[in-house]
């Protein structure tokens, strides 16, 4: 008894965790059975909660211009959106016509969120309405912050519906929280019809991989467990933070893809050491947690680490994306820790039941000196120069793209076109300026005393500027107001307008302490286009600091939409040098310390950036540039969602480093052996090829599914993804990791030895099924007969 005791605490932690996972299965699927009803009862409060894409940047000019309209004035505005009205038999001179929108606005006014409501009857301007006088519009003021006014907008969609019924007058509410409120529903049946073919070809793949049933079906069943908990948690989290819509596309690609991922590798070593130790689970399951499972977890580690590093980006959608993608992680690896382990000690040796005809072959072991990856892998150290010279140049080539690319945002209006709001987007896009539905927002401030004579006058001389820029149609300023009213732009003129405002008309305009005045820019383009961005730049460069600026303390700030995507532009620009310092930085400590290596970690960062840059210069070319676009059903818009590069760059290299932990570990066990730089290489790709092949595959299809989604960034997104995983376990596992250890040979293992006492010791390797002892069934003897008969081989420590 003493004897056993002491081996099993000699015994690698993680090897005793996985052998107690499998004595306490039932009570470890226990307590997930009430995590899964919990997630499942949390899941609604996390999907009611999603909002549209925030571009808001902490501290940004946009960010200044929301809190201004929100402190300063009585009535905040905080978005100018538009009903827009429409019909096929009647034109808007019609007495019908006239009803029917005096109807709805009535009934809009009433509607929580709803500030100010603009009837086009009684504004007297003729640019509400259309030429062929079928449609006009209402300009509408909502207030709150983005979540408040998302929550708001399905309700008066649901109330302009009801007021126009099957109406020869329908009615559209449009405008930025609107698009984002109908990109939110459309997302979700995006992320269903995704699953719904991604997930029957997972299972194909793995059925080719496992050849029996069971095997195919765990990883596939547990990476849904992984998602849906995910959701559960984030549904707990969202009374405290808002997450972006976007968050549930990337944690179900990403918890799928991981989770089916580690699974594979899992479930792949559990048989091997099955076959190995004649069917003792128990002892089967400990060393395939001792083994995979460590790898698996450094792995996760490795993916946190990487995302992690988008926190210190300003910008909410960063923090949110990053948080979501943590927890995802983070709860893959509480699955594959807990419920996995313990899911394989009660299947036991019925793990390989139910084999697929003609499959058969998959549950046999093989002869990896004689299989195809070894014979490949021979082929390319002999010619390493040739083979990874020609690889690289491939790779290069399609990096070279990522120079010309440039950020933007896309509203999502042709995505959500059958929607009402890409419906009312649509419209005024045809028969009015693209700008009207989502207008710039200025704020010219000032904080010491009353906007005076000389602010006054700089606000007219601001305006009259920007009337005269090529690119604005229409603006609505205070000082045209006085200028209408009074005669005169000064402070005289003010206090008497404010004083005859019976109707309140000046509230939106000028603060009650009139100190600070807001203004409507409506651009001749789209808010998502460029030529609406650089007027952004313009105003902020040029037009405010020459009028604005020459008066000592006043300030004017841009907002809108096109002013939040010049602001997360200029903030992922400021962010990318320090997540890159970062995400490579600690990634490099992490292998340096796994491997016991300088140049294995230096490599494999080098490898990552290739798969990545070549990852996204084929989606530059694709999405921005349009070529190739029409196989791939893309539109191309001309730029690149802004927060995307950034976003997919930490969870590519987090994904990237996952294989190289899984190849490397298994070439540093031979090497460990051997010392053999060539057969460590070999022997290595032979073991992990297939199954990084399968599971490459399975993240291909899972990713590549979500390329037939409507929404844009959810596209991309899933074609970069694709795109790179595809390139890392193809060109670069396969091809130029062997060429390029082979061209270093022993260099590969060198660390100065100064360097290796003073590191922790992290041993990372898999070592051959079977290495770790069983539960030895005699005394003393046998204990020690067990241990000697493997003294001379390595042991996996943890």
Same mark, same amino acid.
């Given at each position: 008894m003493g004897s056993e005791g002491a081996l099993g605490a000699s015994r690698p932690v993680l090897y005793r965790w996985g052998a107690w996972c499998a004595r306490h299965a039932w009570r470890i699927v226990a307590v997930w059975l009430i995590v899964l009803v919990g997630a499942g009862l949390l899941l609604p409060k996390f999907t009611d909660s999603l909002t549209g894409s925030s571009l808001k940047v902490e501290g940004s000019d946009s960010a200044r211009?929301?809190?201004?309209?929100?402190?300063?004035?009585?009535?905040?505005?905080?978005?100018?959106?538009?009903?827009?009205?429409?019909?096929?038999?009647?034109?808007?001179?019609?007495?019908?016509?006239?009803?029917?929108?005096? =109807?709805?606005?009535?009934?809009?006014?009433?509607?929580?969120?709803?500030?100010?409501?603009?009837?086009?009857?009684? @504004?007297?301007?003729?640019?509400?309405?259309?030429?062929?006088?079928?449609?006009?519009?209402?300009?509408?003021?909502?207030?709150?912050?983005?979540?408040?006014?998302? *929550?708001?907008?399905?309700?008066?969609?649901?109330?302009?519906?009801? @007021?126009?019924?099957?109406?020869?007058?329908?009615?559209?509410?449009?405008?930025?929280?609107?698009?984002?409120?109908?990109?939110?529903?459309?997302?979700?049946?995006?992320?269903?019809?995704?699953?719904?073919?991604?997930?029957?070809?997972?299972?194909?793949?793995?059925?080719?991989?496992?050849?029996?049933?069971?095997?195919?079906?765990?990883?596939?069943?547990?990476?849904?467990?992984?998602?849906?908990?995910?959701?559960?948690?984030?549904?707990?989290?969202?009374?405290?933070?808002?997450?972006?819509?976007?968050?549930?596309?990337?944690?179900?690609?990403?918890?799928?893809?991981?989770?089916?991922?580690?699974?594979?590798?899992?479930?792949? =070593?559990?048989?091997?050491?099955?076959?190995?130790?004649?069917?003792?689970?128990?002892?089967?399951?400990?060393?395939?947690?001792?083994? $995979?499972?460590? @790898?698996?977890?450094f792995s996760g580690i490795t993916v946190l680490i990487s995302v992690a590093g988008l926190l210190v980006v300003r910008a909410p959608v960063f923090r949110t994306m990053a948080l979501g993608v943590m927890v995802a992680v983070a709860v893959m690896l509480l699955v594959g820790l807990t419920l996995l382990p313990a899911v394989l000690g009660l299947l036991g040796t019925r793990i390989n039941r139910l084999a697929v005809p003609g499959l058969k072959r998959s549950l046999e072991r093989t002869d990896t000196s004689k299989s195809l990856w070894t014979r490949w892998t021979g082929v390319v150290m002999r010619r390493p120069v040739l083979?990874?010279?020609?690889?690289?140049?491939?790779?290069?080539?399609?990096?070279? +793209?990522?120079?010309?690319?440039?950020?933007?945002?896309?509203?999502?209006?042709?995505?959500?076109? *059958?929607?009402?709001?890409?419906?009312?987007y649509e419209l005024v896009d045809g028969k009015f300026v693209p700008g009207a539905a989502t207008p710039l927002q200025i704020v010219v401030h000032t904080p010491d005393g009353e906007l005076g004579d000389r602010e006054l006058g700089a606000l007219q001389r601001f305006t009259d500027r920007l009337r005269d820029h090529r690119e604005v149609d229409d603006i609505v300023s205070l000082s045209d107001v006085l200028r209408d009213q009074g005669g005169q732009v000064d402070a005289a003129t003010l206090q008497a307008v404010q004083k005859a405002d019976a109707s309140g008309a000046l509230e939106r305009l000028v603060s009650p302490d009139a100190r600070t005045t807001a203004m409507l820019v409506m651009s001749r383009s789209a808010a998502d286009s460029q030529e609406s961005v650089d007027l952004v730049r313009w105003i902020r460069d040029s037009a405010a600091p020459e009028t604005i600026g020459e008066v000592p303390g006043l300030s004017a700030h841009v907002g809108g939409l096109s002013g939040q995507t010049v602001d997360i532009a200029e903030e992922v620009e400021r962010a990318t040098p320090l997540v890159l310092l970062l995400v490579l930085g600690l990634s490099f400590v992490l292998l340096l310390l796994a491997f016991r290596s300088i140049l294995l970690p230096l490599s494999a960062i080098v490898m990552n950036l290739l798969s990545v840059g070549a990852a996204f210069g084929l989606l530059t070319l694709v999405f921005q540039e349009g070529t190739g676009a029409s196989l791939f059903d893309v539109t191309s818009t001309g730029f690149i969602q802004a927060y995307l590069p950034l976003l997919t760059f930490v969870i590519l290299f987090g994904l990237s480093m996952d294989y190289e932990v899984f190849l490397i570990s298994r070439m540093k066990?031979?090497?460990?052996?051997?010392?053999?730089?060539?057969?460590?290489?070999?022997?290595?790709?032979?073991?992990?090829?297939?199954?990084?092949?399968?599971?490459?595959?399975?993240?291909?299809?899972?990713? $590549?599914?979500?390329?037939?989604?409507?929404?844009?960034?959810?596209?991309?997104?899933?074609?970069?993804?694709?795109?790179?995983?595809?390139?890392?376990?193809?060109?670069?596992?396969?091809?130029?990791? +062997?060429?390029?250890?082979?061209?270093?040979?022993?260099?590969?293992?060198?660390?100065?030895?100064?360097?290796?006492?003073?590191?922790?010791?992290?041993?990372?390797?898999?070592?051959?099924?079977? *290495?770790? +002892?069983?539960v030895p069934r005699g005394g003393a003897a046998d204990v020690e007969e067990a241990s000697s008969s493997r003294r001379e081989e390595p042991a996996a420590r943890s």
């Open positions: 211009v929301e809190a201004l309209l929100t402190d300063e004035f009585d009535t905040p505005i905080t978005e100018d959106a538009l009903v827009v009205f429409d019909s096929s038999t009647l034109k808007a001179d019609s007495d019908a016509y006239r009803q029917a929108v005096t =109807r709805v606005l009535g009934i809009l006014q009433k509607q929580d969120g709803v500030v100010e409501v603009e009837n086009p009857y009684t @504004a007297q301007d003729p640019s509400l309405y259309s030429s062929d006088r079928r449609t006009v519009v209402a300009p509408l003021g909502l207030g709150g912050g983005e979540r408040d006014r998302q *929550d708001a907008v399905p309700l008066l969609q649901d109330a302009l519906h009801e @007021a126009t019924g099957d109406g020869a007058v329908r009615a559209y509410l449009t405008g930025s929280s609107a698009l984002n409120a109908a990109v939110v529903e459309q997302q979700d049946k995006d992320i269903a019809q995704a699953e719904s073919i991604g997930l029957p070809i997972a299972l194909v793949v793995l059925l080719l991989a496992f050849g029996t049933l069971v095997a195919a079906s765990l990883p596939l069943i547990l990476g849904m467990v992984a998602v849906l908990t995910t959701f559960g948690v984030l549904g707990a989290l969202s009374g405290m933070i808002g997450f972006d819509v976007f968050v549930q596309a990337v944690v179900t690609m990403l918890g799928l893809a991981l989770g089916i991922d580690y699974c594979l590798f899992t479930v792949t =070593r559990q048989r091997e050491e099955l076959a190995a130790r004649d069917g003792d689970v128990e002892a089967s399951v400990g060393a395939t947690m001792s083994t $995979a499972g460590k @790898a698996v977890l083979i990874g010279g020609l690889t690289s140049v491939v790779l290069l080539l399609a990096i070279i +793209p990522v120079s010309q690319l440039k950020l933007g945002f896309d509203v999502g209006a042709a995505s959500v076109s *059958d929607a009402p709001a890409g419906k009312g066990e031979e090497w460990g052996r051997t010392h053999d730089n060539k057969k460590a290489v070999t022997e290595g790709v032979a073991h992990t090829a297939k199954v990084i092949t399968a599971a490459a595959a399975i993240m291909v299809v899972i990713f $590549a599914a979500f390329m037939l989604t409507k929404v844009v960034e959810v596209k991309q997104m899933g074609f970069a993804l694709a795109v790179a995983v595809l390139l890392d376990a193809t060109l670069i596992r396969v091809v130029l990791v +062997p060429a390029l250890m082979s061209l270093l040979g022993r260099h590969n293992w060198w660390m100065p030895a100064w360097l290796d006492r003073s590191l922790p010791r992290i041993e990372l390797t898999e070592g051959s099924p079977g *290495d770790i +002892p069983a």
